[in-house]
């Protein structure tokens, strides 16, 4: 248990090591935790691309509908959607050539799980980001 703490710990800092994070499932609600992580993110000086096919800003920031709208494949994905459209955004993430991945505590499942493990994809999925970044700043 230990080992995959230190694992998960290590992941983590690599992963917050990147500079560009397209975030699905970002919202213009503040209260919601899609909106709070690319504020976060945002204030930390990350360069977060919110996406929501359903809305055109959040604060000042674009949010794109698609991965092909953004201006750069992100390094990192964070998925904050429900399980079932999380692993479609996954394989879509695949298909642009990402790798990294932060799955929000509430995107994950046996599917998704079983997904990432079997493509060799460096996923935190225990974590939330939102926490991960507070603890930071």
Not at 2 to 31: C, P, Q, T, W, Y
Request: hydrophobic share 40%.
């Amino acid at each position: 248990m230990m080992e995959k703490n230190a694992a998960s710990r290590g992941l983590a800092a690599e992963i917050l090591g990147m500079g560009h994070f397209a975030v699905f499932g970002a919202s213009d609600r503040e209260d919601d935790v899609g909106c709070r992580i690319v504020n976060r993110l945002k204030k930390a000086g990350y360069k977060a691309y919110p996406i929501n096919p359903r809305i055109a800003e959040i604060g000042s920031m674009r949010c794109y509908g698609t991965l092909d709208e953004l201006p750069v494949v992100p390094q990192v994905i964070v998925v904050a959607l429900p399980p079932e459209p999380a692993l479609e955004v996954i394989k879509s993430g695949v298909a642009h050539g990402v790798r990294r991945f932060w799955i929000q505590p509430e995107a994950g499942s046996d599917d998704v799980l079983t997904y990432v493990s079997e493509n060799g994809l460096s996923v935190v999925h225990s974590q939330c980001l939102h926490d991960e970044l507070g603890k930071r700043s």
